[in-house]
């Protein structure tokens, strides 16, 4: 997809490349692209540990090819003119991945199903799965290119199980470089976990000698299909809006002052000694400080799939959020929100997985090499 010589230069947005190979996988701390493609597969009867192997190997190499904006052999041209347009490929494993290749001894602990929160209506057919794929692009051309290029590579040996499509936020829409707005119109991503904060890699990764020592490097990932209600949500009124959340929508202060990258205060009262921040206010549910410390690195999607018969639209989030340890990030959290948050009100849960997203690869390795040779 290299541009001729002589051709005019690809704008910044197509000429961002991310690197495959590194110590983390891309697409957890790189920031999210605009068109996101989140696909699970199901290894074939009989695929066993070789072929999920050569699997691997295959997508490994692809991936790092495309995201340097090459063209892979037998290419079908879709993003032909384009650069890599900051394509990032991330590979998960299933709970099923395991026990299909023959490595449930190998199995981390963590990949133990999620449990069932009260106010959970899962489709079962689009959770789970034995593998897990995360495309995202500034183009949806390279997006889709590099999706179609993944699964063809998976003929014989996975078949997809579930596909999910979102986007986000264009670079370059807004006048500055902004946190993104969700479906329901407010500001989402403020208080996450920073790359430059003193525990981050702690909270994210997995530290070298960790449990099980192949997933060194790796994260767990929890999705989450999540709808909106926006009928009833666009019904009640800003103010409304906010006492659900706990900040403003125009700019995401937080409604106890500042501005967007003000610490909410928790403890605030207003004249008649109650909270500001309501007691079941989203941000109060979710916040580590309630949560024992629990925190998770979000990096969603939003989703646009129509509308249903009743013309509401079938609209939200695709909920991608990154932790060490899901029982320290993503569990304890949920728990709380599905108990007593003001947003459960306008959002339902539809679909869930979790994967193990091994290490990053090194230049000649594979993803998943160190468990499937280890
Ligand atoms: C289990 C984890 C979480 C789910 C599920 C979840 C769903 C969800 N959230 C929003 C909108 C916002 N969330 C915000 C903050 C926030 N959310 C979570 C966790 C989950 N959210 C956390 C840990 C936090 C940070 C809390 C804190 O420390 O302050 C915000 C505020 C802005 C921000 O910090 O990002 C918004 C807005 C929606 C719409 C949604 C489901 C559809
Ligand atoms: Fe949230």
């Known amino acids: 997809a290299v541009a001729a010589p002589g051709a005019p230069a690809l704008t910044t947005l197509g000429a961002t490349a991310h690197p495959f190979h590194g110590a983390h996988q891309p697409g957890i701390t790189t920031p999210a692209q605009t068109h996101g493609h989140l696909v699970a597969l199901d290894l074939a009867p009989g695929a066993g540990r070789r072929e999920a192997a050569d699997l691997l190997r295959r997508w490994s190499t692809l991936a790092a090819r495309l995201m340097a904006g090459e063209a892979p052999p037998d290419d079908t041209d879709v993003a032909r003119d ?6 990032t490929v991330t590979i998960g494993l299933g709970h099923g991945f395991f026990d299909a290749t023959d490595l449930a001894a190998a199995r981390p602990a ?36 590099a999706l179609r ?31 993104s707005r969700n479906l329901m119109g407010q500001v989402d991503g403020t208080n996450n976990p920073k790359p430059t904060d003193e525990d981050f890699d702690q909270r994210v990764f997995v530290p070298e000698g960790g449990d099980p020592g192949w997933m060194a490097g790796g994260s767990y990932v929890v999705v989450r299909r999540i709808r909106m209600l926006l009928d009833d949500w666009e019904r009640v009124s800003e103010a409304e809006q906010e006492r659900v959340i706990g900040r403003r929508k125009s700019d995401g202060a937080p409604l106890t002052g500042g501005d ?6 928790l403890e605030a009262t207003d004249a008649d000694g109650g909270p500001v921040i309501a007691a079941n206010a989203h941000v109060r549910v979710s916040a580590p ?41 993503f569990v304890p959290v949920q728990r709380k ?26 230049e000649g390795e594979y993803v998943g090499q160190r468990l499937l040779e280890g």
């Open 337 to 362: 929100l599905d108990r007593g948050d003001a947003l459960s009100a306008f959002v339902k849960h539809e679909a869930s997985a979790l994967f193990a997203v091994p290490g990053g690869a090194a």
């Open 260 to 265: 967007e990258t003000t610490p909410v205060d």
């Open 149 to 179: 290029a993944l699964q063809r590579a998976a003929a014989g040996t996975a078949a997809v199980r579930w596909q999910m499509t979102g986007f986000n936020r264009s670079p370059g829409a807004t006048a500055r470089p902004m946190t």
């Open 110 to 145: 963590a990949l133990a199903p999620l449990p069932v929160f009260s106010n959970d209506a899962l489709d079962p057919a689009r959770s789970d799965g034995d593998l897990w794929l995360q495309v995202g692009a500034d183009d949806a051309l390279v997006a889709f290119h």
């Open 289 to 329: 400080e309630t949560n024992g410390g629990a925190a998770m690195l979000r990096r969603p999607f939003s989703f646009h799939d129509g509308f249903l018969d009743d013309g509401s639209p079938d609209a939200g989030l695709l909920f991608v959020c990154w932790q060490a340890d899901p029982l320290r990030g």
């Open 82 to 87: 384009a650069g890599p347009a900051a394509l």
